[in-house]
């Protein structure tokens, strides 16, 4: 049972998008983020300001950049973009198979199973406090190639979730 429970806790791996793609971002004029449909902002309250590279909630205080992303670049029906937050200077996050980042435990997730053709073939509502038992299920299936992660209510973008 031991071992079970040990492959179990390391069927899966959270993905971070890497910093650099975003870098320019921050050294860019409010004008130039704006001609891009993105903006920059100071973060109010925490949490509420997810980063989809350090996979934490951002600090009060910071500087984050709200900036349009192709989280889905995929040539299907399901190719799909939407807005994430990158804060200044974040540092790639790189959990641990079976680690869920803190930031995903506090809120109701949809989880998105694709099949190598990027076609969505899986589904699921979860808090993230019981969210293991699904990856378990969706990467069980033999037609999911992988997940997406995204928060339900805003039904932004969180993150990819792969076998580890």
Not at 16 to 28: I, K, Q, S, V
Not at 73 to 89: H, K
Not at 134 to 161: I, Q, W
């Amino acid at each position: 049972m031991g071992s079970t429970l040990l492959v179990m806790s390391q069927n899966f791996r959270f993905v971070a998008l890497p910093f650099e793609p975003f870098a320019p971002l921050f050294e860019m004029d409010d004008a130039a983020l704006r001609a891009l449909g993105a903006q920059r902002m100071r973060v109010e309250e925490k949490p509420g300001t997810p980063c989809r590279v350090s996979l934490e909630d951002a600090e009060v205080g910071e500087t984050v950049v709200l900036v349009p992303f192709t989280h889905h670049d995929v040539a299907s029906p399901y190719r799909a973009s939407g807005p994430i937050f990158v804060r200044r200077g974040a540092r790639r996050a790189m959990p641990a198979p079976g680690e869920v980042p803190l930031l995903l435990r506090h809120r109701l997730l949809s989880i998105r199973g694709y099949d190598r053709a990027g076609m969505m073939v899986a589904a699921d509502l979860v808090t993230g406090s019981e969210l293991e038992p699904v990856l378990y299920r969706m990467l069980s299936e033999e037609t999911v190639d992988y997940l997406h992660v995204h928060n339900a209510k805003p039904g932004c973008f969180a993150c990819r979730v792969e076998r580890a």
